[in-house]
């Protein structure tokens, strides 16, 4: 177990968020790890810039293990606007969004990755709402794009329960699309015990980010993201979990706040480190 699981540690590139394609690769020397999750909205917005990473990466012997990309329109500033907002479910920005999402796909390709994860937004929890019908058509086109190009999908959880994320995954039963399980989300959107969502989601694990957070004292408001070890995720459990599931996928770090990035994600290395040891 621990060989395997730290053979397969990674960090989310946006994590860094690099100025270019030499940033990245100098700070992931600084941290010692050398496997990426890649953003890919930058490649998008930026080829001039970005266009250089297959070479660097080859360079230097930088491997990059999956993709993500972002939503148009998308506000985080609290819960109630991401749920208005985020993901393919707003009509008002979809073809903006289809557009975006077909150039990813062509440059996920290039960079023959085999996994690309995105937040695919708040998900209907009655069967009869009307959105329900069209986000799965949504969700199986982006599908059908992506194992065109011999790619799966993986959606970030946190956003509902782990009992709706598993029914709706039932519902689509496309065997190629499945979780990228964030255990840290859960506890920040307040959707129940991240290793009892773990074993819900356990039949469509795709990847996992390896992020902490700490539970919200006001309800409808969010919980607090901290370094890997600061929170209520409990990682010896959660590995165990793993384990246990025969998990096979990328664990990849992940830090969306704090102003000393490169600092917490060799802290939550080392972490991990110690608890697999």
Known sequence: MANRQDSKLAVCSWSLRPADPRDLVAQLQIIGI???????DPLR???????????????????????CFGTAGEDYSTLESIQRTGGVVPD????????????????????????????????????????????????????????????????????????????FLHQLGE????VNFD???????????PIAALQVLGPWLKQCHIKDAVKTRTPGTWGEEVPVGAGQVDWPAFLRT??????????AIEREAGEQRVADIRTARQYL?????
């Not at 065997?175 to 499945?178: A, C, I, K």
Request: hydrophobic residues 45%; glycine residues 8%; negative net charge.
């Open 45 to 67: 917005e930026l080829p001039s810039v970005w266009g250089v990473l297959p070479e660097l990466c080859a360079r230097h012997g930088v491997e990059l293990v999956s993709g």
């Open 92 to 167: 008002a920005t979809w073809p903006e969004n289809w557009r975006n999402i077909q150039t990813a796909a062509d440059i996920a390709q290039k960079l023959k990755l085999k996994l690309v994860t995105f937040h695919a937004g708040f998900l209907p929890h009655e069967p009869s709402d009307p959105r329900l019908k069209t986000l799965l058509q949504r969700i199986a086109l982006i599908a059908d794009l992506f194992a065109a190009r011999g790619m799966e999908l993986g959606f970030e959880t946190g956003q509902e329960t782990a009992e709706t994320l598993g029914a």
């Open 34 to 40: 050398r496997r990426v999750q890649i953003a890919l």
């Open 242 to 251: 793993l384990d246990r599931l025969g998990f096979q996928g990328n664990l």
């Open 175 to 178: 065997p190629h699309v499945g």
């Open 273 to 277: 480190d110690k608890i697999i040891a």
């Open 183 to 193: 255990p840290a989300n859960m506890i920040l959107y307040d959707k129940g015990d």
